[in-house]
């Protein structure tokens, strides 16, 4: 288990709940990097590697998908998967009201609210993946299943 210098809401709850991870630090000069640079920057494979992407309904509910960061997300799929007429990503600017979280360092772990959150299927061929720690320059390493106990999610076929 990494115990960095770096704690944030989403390492503390990981560790709360007695969570093996590691955690990666990566230089984001410009204060946020996409996602497959994030997964060069810490050395780490692509299909490992996951972003976290925060979603509105027609209903106005927020839903969470976390998807491989080389993938993109499929809205129809997601919207099916939620049982909503039409979802939208919410713009990058509403991203810290609703999340507590800033853009690239969006962390499925600790939001604000507890989000109806779905995983993308793939990794279900993944014994750990590693998404945002909750900052910027700052990726952790879950254990799948643990993960998704803890956000509650499901996992999902949400990619092209």
């Known amino acids: ?6 704690k944030t809401n989403a390492v503390r709850i990981i560790e709360a709940k007695k969570i093996p991870y590691e955690v990666y630090e990566y230089d984001a000069p410009d204060g946020f990097l996409d996602g497959v640079s994030v997964a060069r920057a810490t050395g780490m494979p692509l ?3 996951f972003k976290t992407l925060v ?7 927020y839903y969470v998908c976390v998807i491989p960061v080389a993938k993109e997300l ?3 799929k997601a919207a099916r998967h939620f049982k909503e007429k039409k979802i939208e990503m919410i713009p990058a600017r509403d991203i810290t009201r609703v999340t507590g979280y800033i853009k690239g360092g969006c962390s499925p772990v600790g939001m604000k609210k507890l989000f109806k959150t779905a995983v993308d299927q793939s990794a279900a061929h993944q014994e750990k993946i590693i998404v945002s720690a909750g900052k910027v320059g700052l990726q952790m390493e879950v254990p799948l299943e643990p993960l998704l106990k803890t956000v509650a ?4 076929d949400l990619t092209d």
Not at 1 to 6: A, I, P, Y
Not at 153 to 156: F, I, M, R, T, V
């Open 153 to 156: 999610a499901e996992l999902a």
């Open 74 to 76: 499929d809205l129809k």
């Open 55 to 61: 979603l509105q309904g027609s209903s106005r509910e």
């Open 47 to 49: 299909e490992k590697v």
């Open 1 to 6: 288990m990494s115990r960095g210098k770096q």
